[in-house]
């Protein structure tokens, strides 16, 4: 690559060092300052090829410098990287027009990358307009995965690109949807959530796309759809991974010609929405058993952002405990705080409901307890209680029933603050069907004549919930 003036402004300078180092072995010619003023004036002045600048400088923030640099200098990159890793930083970047966002500390090698990317790319991007939007987000967490969410989701609020939010429960797949609309250029459209376990599934595809008069028994009027709904703004599908096989093909027709009909209708009607879809489970699984289209499965899969359980990602609890507290605070609550080793102990412990469960934890703690600090006895006291609700008994010499009773346990009190989504019912009885009938299948080698004798069904009523349940039949299986 051929020698580019690098103007470097940071008031840390050690990383003035570092990075005149870097960039000096790459054969930049590199000019450092320790605030935004020095830095200003050399942009003023037509200097430099290249801008690489910190956010939080003794004299103005360097995300300020952004709007004002961009005006004046269109073509000249802009390089934000920062301590202060939230989201808010890595959004203000990116609507400032940063040209990439780096959050420290980070690593030479990606640095050098988005140099060389910078000096390279064909210029310019185009401006965004602003968010103005100073309230605090509210997504807590400043981990390395988080800050990484935090860059990805910088990057895809300036565009409609699918986005496949995937992770355990209670980790957050909600609230980053919600981020991404809301913060996203789609913002002044409606957001709608439609959850695909929660709507009986001979529903479904009336519910997304809606129906004609007398399309089917029961379709009265004609009705408008979930996608219809969300007409200039985000369609949030979550649980996508228990969407029926017939309203995946309607679903894959949006994605790929950006178009659908309705149920009954034969015009169709064009899509302009963004679509983000959430699953807990393994969809590339589900492909391969057949219950979910591969080819649907890529044209969602265009951005997948994997949401880590919270375990892997201790470090955040402090801050999420921090901020559960001021919720509660803010509801009426006296103000509290949890003690080093409350903390700590919170830190060792696996959160299987992950952040909701840490969520549920501190504000029903928040109410119970009168003491200002929470110390480790009443933490431990706590977590004992979710621990004795969730396990009656040793799972060694367990019942089918006394198993089924651990997790629907567990599930509850996953959802201590809110009651699960409707349709428990018939979503608690599919999990258990589900497996029944696969491996009575996978016994009888795929022969349903003997799967249905040994189940003691009518076959006819087993193919109807093979069917239902989306369970693929291997057949000739030896
Ligand atoms: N990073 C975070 N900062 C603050 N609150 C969070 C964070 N992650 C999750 N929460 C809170 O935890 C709860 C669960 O989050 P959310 O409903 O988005 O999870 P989910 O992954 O969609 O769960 P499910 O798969 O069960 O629907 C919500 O109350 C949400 O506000």
Redesign the pocket.
């Known amino acids: 690559m051929a020698a580019n003036t690098i103007l470097v402004a940071d008031d840390d300078r050690a990383i003035r060092t570092v990075l005149s180092e870097a960039l000096g072995r790459l054969g930049h010619q590199v000019r450092t300052a320790g605030d935004a003023a020095t830095l200003w004036r050399w942009v003023k002045d037509g200097a430099g090829d290249l801008v690489i600048t910190d956010v939080v400088m003794p004299d103005e923030n360097g995300l300020d410098l952004l709007p004002r640099i961009r005006k004046l200098r269109p073509d000249l990159r802009v390089i934000v990287m920062s301590a202060r890793n939230t989201l808010l930083t890595a959004v203000k970047a990116t609507e400032g027009g940063a040209f990439e966002y780096l959050a420290k500390p980070f690593d030479l090698g990606d640095l050098r990358n988005a140099v060389e990317r910078a000096l390279s790319r064909p210029k310019p991007v185009p401006a965004n307009e602003s968010a103005g939007d100073e309230e605090a987000l ?4 400043r981990s390395p995965a ?1 800050q990484e969410i935090y860059r990805l989701l910088a990057r895809l609020m300036t565009s409609d690109l699918t986005v496949l939010l995937t ?1 355990e ?7 980053i949807a919600r981020a991404l609309h809301d913060y996203g250029r789609r913002r002044k459209g409606p957001f709608i959530a439609v959850n695909m376990a929660a709507i009986p599934r001979d529903l479904i595809e009336s519910d997304l796309f809606g129906h004609e008069r007398g399309a089917f028994t029961g379709a009265i009027n004609k009705a408008t759809g979930r996608f219809e709904q969300a007409a200039g703004g985000t369609l949030f599908l ?1 649980e996508i991974g228990d969407m029926p096989l017939e309203a995946q093909t309607r679903l894959l027709r949006v994605l790929q010609e950006g178009e659908f009909t309705t149920v009954g209708g034969r015009e169709p009607i064009r899509a302009d929405l963004r679509i983000v879809a ?1 699953t ?1 489970r393994d969809l590339r699984e589900q492909v391969r058993r057949g219950q979910f289209r591969e080819d649907l499965y890529y044209r969602l899969n265009v951005v997948p952002l994997r ?1 880590p359980p919270l375990r892997e990602r201790i470090e955040d609890i402090p801050d ?1 405990v921090r ?1 559960f507290l001021n919720r509660a605070t803010e509801e009426g609550g006296s103000p509290k705080m949890f003690d080093a080793a409350a903390i700590e102990r919170l830190q060792r412990y696996e959160w299987p409901g992950n ?2 469960e840490l ?1 549920n934890l501190v504000r029903r703690v928040a109410v119970i307890y009168g003491e200002d600090v929470i110390g480790v006895d009443i933490v431990a006291r706590e977590l004992a209680a979710i621990a004795n609700a969730a396990t009656p008994s040793k799972p060694a010499g367990e019942s089918l029933a006394m198993a089924a009773e651990r997790h629907l346990r567990d599930y509850f009190s996953a959802h201590t603050h809110g009651l699960p989504a409707r349709g428990l019912y018939d979503r608690v009885l599919r999990e258990i069907e589900r497996p029944l009938i696969q491996l009575s299948l996978e016994a009888t080698r795929g022969n349903q004549i003997r799967a249905a004798e040994m189940l003691g069904l009518n076959r006819n009523t087993l193919r109807k919930k093979i069917r239902e349940l989306d369970i693929s039949v291997l057949r000739g299986l030896k």
Do not use: N, Q, Y
């Open positions: 509210p997504i807590v967490g988080m992770g429960s209670g980790t957050g797949k909600e609230l979550d959430a807990h949401l999420l901020h952040v909701r969520e």
